[in-house]
């Protein structure tokens, strides 16, 4: 399928992977890399609107990322309180909507009142989504889906058999979005890391070396060409596929 005939990615998901390598090869201490990251974040963002992206899923912290040293896991959260102060009303004004998805009651209260008042002031915005994924899993996203259904079942509002994969899909926390098309993971590593298990089933995959912040605008455009250049069939067939285009 050529780029000519295949629209960009309307959702894009990132695994931002590489900033303490990043530091580590240029000697200086690991939140000096994430703290490149950012900028990183500010370019994709800017390019992304600039492509026609509608959806921006980022994983800034996983569930699993509070095995890190403590020092570092606080750095992190300062570094995230600061992003927020200083960005948001840059994303408002530039018709972005923000959204966190996750488990945020394990942050600090007054964290969690950035996110509520980030979140509020974009909310009607309709320019690109921006999806920060902090505290999140995608084991937790399916399970706390099917606790609210198993809630409903307990109820007797719904009996077992009702539960869907749409149920399930309408519980997970990003269920007012469309599912990735095209999932990049930068710095060299060839898996998903409970990033979006559920919504990723027919996303395109795509893994560079490049670590987080050196990914550029260009490097970003290399990704989105090798998504162009991929034929989605969704359990069709080729020849499905071609007399769809055709008709």
Request: net charge negative; glycine share 6%; aromatic share 8%.
């Amino acid at each position: 399928m050529s780029e000519e005939t295949s629209p960009v990615p309307q959702h894009i998901a990132i695994i931002m992977d590489g900033n303490g390598r990043w530091a580590k090869q240029r000697h200086q201490p690991r939140f000096m890399g994430h703290r490149a990251g950012v900028k990183s974040v500010e370019a994709i963002v800017k390019h992304c609107v600039e492509r026609g992206v509608s959806v921006l899923s980022l994983f800034a912290f996983s569930s699993e990322n509070w095995r890190r040293p403590g020092k570092e896991v606080s750095l992190l959260m300062e570094l995230f309180a600061l992003a927020l102060k200083q960005q948001v009303r840059r994303l408002h004004k530039n018709n972005i909507r923000l959204h966190i998805i996750g488990d945020t009651s394990k942050f600090s209260e007054s964290l969690q009142k950035q996110i509520t008042e980030a979140e509020q002031l974009t909310a009607d915005n309709i320019g690109l989504t921006i999806n920060i994924a902090a505290n999140y899993g995608g084991h937790w996203d399916i399970t706390q889906s099917v606790q609210k259904l198993a809630e409903k079942v307990k109820a007797g509002e719904i009996v077992p058999s009702d539960i869907t994969e749409d149920s399930i899909s309408n519980g997970l926390t990003t269920a007012f979005l469309p599912d990735p098309d095209l999932f990049i993971r930068t710095g060299g590593e060839q898996r998903v890391s409970n990033f979006l298990l559920w919504q990723l089933a027919y996303t395109e995959f795509y893994f560079t070396d490049t670590l987080w912040p050196d990914f550029d605008d260009n490097e970003l455009d290399i990704a989105i060409s090798s998504f162009c250049n991929r034929e989605r069939r969704f359990g069709k067939t080729s020849e499905q596929i071609q007399e769809e285009i055709n008709a």
